[in-house]
């Protein structure tokens, strides 16, 4: 074998295995992508129910309702619009009513939210970065103590 | 006075790491032994400094003195004392302390085990080091100092107590997780050092693969256990039953280990043949680049995680910065230098060699793809404004099929010669692994029919590289070849890296079982409890007894009781908790788990729990302890074959005179 076929067929498997971690990329990309919306997003963009996407903003005071079997229900605001939740399971240690959350799932076909999972946090003081945005786009953003990176908030990391 | 004391050692460590990066580099410019042999000295120095300054800090937190700023913020007299040490750590500039101190000890280690470097190489390796010591050591004492006092902390007003350590990171697993990983991500350091160090000599020589390899070696071992004690601490803590939540957090340490590992099989080639060097040069700059993406990310928080932390982005910007400086430097040089090295050994694509490419291509491919995940989102909201997240089915498609081909490889590559392999006669050779594996999977399907299709075949994966790591030693000792006597000679004098490479290969097979066994086969339940309920599942009946509450030494905990029968035999008690930390306002899950060969029965009590009604989530985790205890294997692999250096003692010492040799020529 020359030096010229050997380099050939080093050059074909990197080509080889690049095209088909590509086309794997491809095909992976539209099934498992969520984008990021606020209620108000979900209503101004009208999003199809069945789509998958990240939701986010603050828990409304007072909506979480516990039913049987480890159902829960809250309604997700970003103080203009707001949309109800439904999920099933056990909700993370750091949720709390008037809190920042995020969850993930689809709109059923009547309006509600149906999550699959809700994000956890690990850090009484986070706020993830996209509800911070949202509520600021609202204008509704406090900032103080809410504030990542603030005072205590570069606190605690690993 | 302690405290000010810390932070002048911290200072002068910085003096000592800015004279560390330029005198030995200038003397290896001009061939000054002098000014060479400033670094040694330099190296030890700082690491004594930061030592200093690390157990000033820790005294600090040991005796709560909290006068200290960040002892306030993250410490408190009532913590048991093992937190108030791991508190230490437990925090971004205490963190950042640490990750300098590993840096000026693998710098120390160089300056003492490397007597027989050649002396340009061993001052320009110590001058690249101390540099990364004053980028990190710079952003320590500019944006976060852990020796702040608190403003007008006057005795009077001192703060009696602190404010807390997070109470998910008051845990066992946890307190050991940082040190290790960043043992593992700074360790790569060496090996940058060594590359960058190579491409100002503009020479390079398998005496420097033979430098290289164990530092890298030790690094990749204990970022293994690094990353595997986080998802251990993950798994039992956060209470959702999973172990890799392909989170951005947790692949900023996966991609700096897939790299690792491919440089660790492309210096190997290396080593032993002289060829890729341009190759593992690059692996070798990629490698940290990625160790400090890693802090980058992980620091700044760009990234929303399931395991963020608050965090400061202008800090980001800084070790942005950093990353930029030596990546972008240090592959510019690289451009600029890589011609110099010149080739060695020639091979055919059926090789040992051949093999070790294709480790590396598949291993840096998966790389590359783990990264597009995990930055992707970044890019998106560049350029459009819009979030987005990638979530684990995209690596699960995507890194999966890659990872197949690569380890139906792995048992092939031993049996492979060097430069010209046979890769039929390896297979023939393969015929014991080839066996077991098809018996297992026809077996597997003949018993869990009912599960999905591939998962057999994913069992079958596993065996295949235990059994060929097993089959490798056997064929070794000609086992059954000739008298057992002979075989046992053999098995006595085999070189340690033989055993190192089968049971960090057989490591990586008990790992996928368990991988295997947990995704394909877990069972899950949701639901309300009342007190005398029995609910079964996976074979398991387990009966909810009722709940009791607990006072601990720092926190309040609500303990679920759980008794779990096989058959009408009571073979364990569960007893999950919630636990409430007065202290930081926070609340924690305990899982309780039933460990068993063959799968963990895991149950988490949920929210507002009581003895009338508790909402209880239980799974089956089939096989899932095979996850650990496979990576446990792949760092005693990498502990035994490290142990081998010591035999070759001789080697670099000829390399050194070969070394010194080619100089004088050159002159």
Not at chain 2, 74 to 84: D, R
Not at chain 2, 280 to 293: D, G, K, P, Y
Not at chain 2, 525 to 541: C, E, F, N, P, R
Request: with cysteine; proline share 4%; net charge positive.
């Amino acid at each position: 074998m020359t030096r010229k076929q050997r380099r050939f067929i080093l050059i074909a498997t990197c080509l080889g295995i690049l095209s088909f971690a590509l086309g794997l990329i491809l095909y992976a990309v539209n099934d498992s992508i969520a984008f990021f919306y606020s209620p108000t997003k979900v209503s101004e963009l009208n999003i199809e129910p069945g789509t998958r996407f990240r939701l986010g903003g603050l828990v409304q005071e007072g909506s979480v309702k516990r039913g049987d079997n480890a159902h829960v229900q809250f309604v997700v605001t970003d103080t203009n619009q707001t949309i109800t939740v439904n999920y099933k399971g056990i909700l993370p240690d750091l949720f709390r009513e008037g809190q920042g959350v995020v969850t993930e799932g689809r709109l059923s076909h009547e309006g509600i939210f149906v999550a699959v999972s809700v994000l956890s946090k690990h850090d009484e003081n986070y706020v993830p970065r996209e509800v911070v945005d949202a509520l600021k786009e609202q204008g509704v953003w406090k900032g103080g103590g809410q504030k990542p990176g603030s005072d205590k908030g570069n606190a605690n990391d690993y | 006075m302690i405290i000010e004391l810390g932070h002048f050692a911290l200072v002068l460590a910085l003096g000592i790491a800015l004279v560390q990066m330029t005198l030995p580099a200038w003397g290896a410019h001009k061939n000054d032994v002098q000014f060479m042999s400033v670094a040694p000295m330099a190296a030890l120095t700082q690491f004594c400094l930061l030592s200093i300054a690390f157990f000033a800090l820790t005294h600090a937190f040991v005796t709560s003195d909290f006068s200290v700023q960040n002892v306030w913020q993250n410490s408190h007299s009532t913590k048991p004392m093992i937190y108030k040490i791991s508190g230490v750590w437990g925090n971004h500039e205490g963190s950042m302390l640490l990750w300098v101190l590993i840096l000026a000890l693998f710098g120390a280690a160089v300056a003492v085990f490397g007597q027989n470097l050649p002396d340009q190489l061993k001052a320009n390796v110590l001058a690249v080091q101390a540099s990364i010591s004053v980028a990190f050591l710079l952003f320590i004492i500019m944006t976060s100092n852990p020796f702040e006092r608190l403003p007008n902390a006057q005795v009077p007003t001192l703060p009696l107590n602190g404010n807390g350590l997070n109470p998910l990171l008051q845990d066992i697993a946890l307190a050991f997780h940082p040190p290790l990983l960043y043992i593992g991500y700074v360790g790569f350091s060496i090996a940058f050092s060594f590359a960058i160090a190579a491409l100002i000599d503009g020479r390079i020589d398998a005496a420097w693969a033979r430098w290289v390899r164990p530092w890298t070696l030790a690094a990749w071992m204990f970022l293994t256990l690094g990353i595997s004690m986080g998802s251990w601490w993950a798994y039992y803590e956060l209470g959702w039953g999973g172990w890799w939540f392909w989170d951005p957090v947790e692949n900023a340490s996966f991609m700096p280990w897939l790299a690792g590992t491919a440089l660790l099989h492309s210096a190997l080639v290396m080593e032993k043949r002289d060829a890729l060097k341009v190759w593992t040069i690059l692996l070798a700059i990629l490698t940290f680049s990625l160790s400090l993406m890693g802090t980058f990310l992980v620091r700044s928080g760009v990234l929303t995680s399931v395991h963020a932390f608050a965090v400061d982005p202008e800090r980001g910007v800084f070790i942005l910065a950093i990353m930029m400086f030596f990546t972008g430097g240090a592959l510019v040089l690289f451009a600029w230098r890589s011609h110099l090295l010149k080739n060695g050994g020639l091979f055919a694509p059926i090789s040992r060699e051949g093999a070790l490419v294709l480790n590396n291509i598949l291993l840096s491919v998966s790389c590359a793809v783990v990264f597009i995940g995990t930055l992707y989102p970044l890019l998106h909201e560049a350029l459009t404004g819009g979030k987005m997240s990638v979530g684990p089915p995209f690596f699960n498609m995507t890194f999966g099929p890659l990872m197949v081909p690569l380890l139906l490889a792995v048992p092939f590559g031993p049996f492979l010669a060097w430069k010209r392999g046979d890769l039929l006669g390896a297979a023939q050779r393969l015929y014991f692994a080839i066996g077991v594996s098809c018996l297992v999977i026809l077996l597997t399907y003949g018993y869990m029919y009912q599960g999905p299709w591939l998962a057999p075949l994913g069992i079958g994966l596993g065996i295949w590289l235990i059994a060929g790591a097993l089959n490798e030693i056997a064929f070794r000792v000609k086992f059954m070849q000739v008298s057992s006597e002979e075989s046992w000679r053999r098995f006595i004098n085999l070189p340690r890296s033989a055993y190192g490479t089968a049971l960090a290969h057989t490591g990586v097979g008990v790992m996928v079982l368990g991988i295997v066994g947990v995704t394909a086969w877990q069972s899950e339940k949701i639901l309300h409890m009342t007190q005398g309920q029995t609910v079964s599942l996976a074979g398991y009946d387990v009966l909810f007894k009722g709940v009791q509450q607990q006072k601990q030494q720092n926190y309040n905990e609500i303990i679920g009781h759980f008794q779990v029968r096989k058959g009408g035999v009571e073979i364990a008690q569960l007893a999950p908790s919630k636990r409430q930390y007065p202290v930081e306002k926070q609340t924690t899950t305990e899982a309780g788990i039933y460990p068993s060969w063959w799968g963990d029965l895991y149950a988490v009590l949920g929210e507002q729990s009581s003895n009338e009604k508790a909402t209880v989530r239980l799974y089956f985790n089939p096989l899932v302890r095979l996850i650990w205890l496979g990576t446990l294997l792949m760092f005693l692999g990498g502990a035994v074959s490290l142990s081998d250096r010591r035999l070759r003692v001789g080697a670099p010492r000829k390399a050194k005179s070969q070394n010194k040799a080619v100089p004088v020529a050159a002159e």
